[in-house]
């Protein structure tokens, strides 16, 4: 014979089978509760609001006293609880250890700030982090592996490479169909505007915290490579458990003096790093993609007809053209203003320069 647990056997299915009744609808049910569904229970409260019983306290913010159903309330309102549970979550993460944490970038800030670790003018950090989204030039990466690396593991810092496809999208087209990149378009009036960037958060720093995240880390110093002459592009962290660090500005290097220090150290320069397809690129850097790095412009020139084709009407460039059609036509421009600049006439001679 199966028995119940309890060992008495018709005690136990009497307990089972005994019924309850609603007290707001009257529904009878088997469950040891007073109401049968949680509207029964809020209509029935409402209805009878001197059955609660309530509990005097003293706000443990603002001092006002206060009435409440729980024993345990500390605080009058939310007004008084969110500051001081804000307090003491940063109280809490104020007594982690503090980690400090580099993020290269590849060009030329980044650098410098690697051959001041490598002269012990800036202490070594705990961990040096560069993500790799799969966009990034190839001769970013020679100059990453061939020169960075060597170099800071000569004193003990391993750069280590976060790739952001283990951690998030990298697609230039989100399933919203948001366009990443800082793509241009025709505005309202006709003129040359240009999109939101949304590349460098999605591809870069949401992979880095991940990555930061699953090393356990809950305080770091995170330092960035901004020179002084730039300091208007350096910003507060918006997270509790990060605080950004500016090496440069605080050692007031210009980016001048970081090429200049780089010299100085034996190493190459850096070339600037940014996508290949990067809309943010000048003319020179795209004909000079073009002209000495063909693998890098076929890239850009399928990067810009996946846009063309996907999103109508957004382009890498400002003149609104497909990127190949602008590099050559700026060409063109630019061997036209120089011919006509040659035969220009002396408006006080009368003298065609060019003539003999």
């Not at 190839?138 to 800071?152: A, G, R, T």
């Not at 992979?207 to 960035?224: D, F, G, T, V, Y």
Request: charged share 25%.
């Amino acid at each position: 014979m199966n028995r119940l647990p309890g060992g008495n056997v018709t005690a136990t299915i009497d307990k089972v089978c005994r019924m309850y009744k609603c007290k707001q609808c009257g529904k009878e049910f088997t469950r040891k509760k007073k109401f049968c569904s949680t509207p029964c229970s809020r209509t029935w409260w409402k209805e009878h609001p001197e059955q609660r019983k309530q509990y005097g306290h003293t706000c443990k913010a603002c001092g006002e006293p206060f009435t409440h159903k729980s024993k345990t309330r500390l605080y009058c309102s939310t007004k008084c609880s969110g500051p001081a549970g804000g307090k003491k979550r940063h109280d809490k993460i104020l007594a982690e250890t503090l980690k400090t944490v580099w993020s290269c970038g590849g060009g030329v800030d980044s650098t410098a700030i690697a051959v001041l670790i490598c002269q012990g003018k800036l202490p070594k950090p705990d961990y040096a982090i560069m993500t790799d989204h799969g966009y990034d030039p190839d001769y970013v990466w020679e100059y990453v592996y061939n020169i960075l690396m060597p170099n800071l593991q000569k004193v003990g810092v391993k750069l280590n490479i976060i790739e952001s496809k283990q951690y998030t999208n990298t697609t230039l087209i989100n399933s919203s169909g948001l366009l990443k990149i800082p793509a241009f378009y025709q505005d309202k009036e006709g003129k040359s505007a240009k999109g939101r960037t949304f590349c460098s958060t999605d591809w870069k720093l949401r992979p880095a915290l991940k990555w930061l995240r699953e090393q356990r880390l809950k305080r770091i110093s995170n330092w960035i490579g901004i020179a002084a002459d730039e300091s208007q592009r350096a910003r507060w962290s918006t997270l509790r458990w990060i605080i950004y660090e500016y090496p440069l500005i605080d050692l007031n290097l210009t980016r001048q003096d970081c090429i200049d220090l780089i010299k100085d150290a034996g190493w190459s320069l850096p070339e600037r790093s940014s996508c290949v397809f990067c809309p943010q690129k000048t003319l020179k850097e795209w004909q000079r993609i073009k002209e000495q790095f063909p693998d890098d412009w076929n890239r850009t020139i399928e990067a810009d007809e996946f846009i063309r084709n996907a999103k109508p009407g957004m382009f890498l460039n400002p003149k609104l053209l497909p990127i190949d059609n602008y590099v050559e036509l700026s060409n063109i421009e630019s061997r036209l203003q120089r011919k006509t600049k040659f035969y220009e006439c002396n408006p006080i001679s009368g003298h065609v320069c060019g003539e003999n």
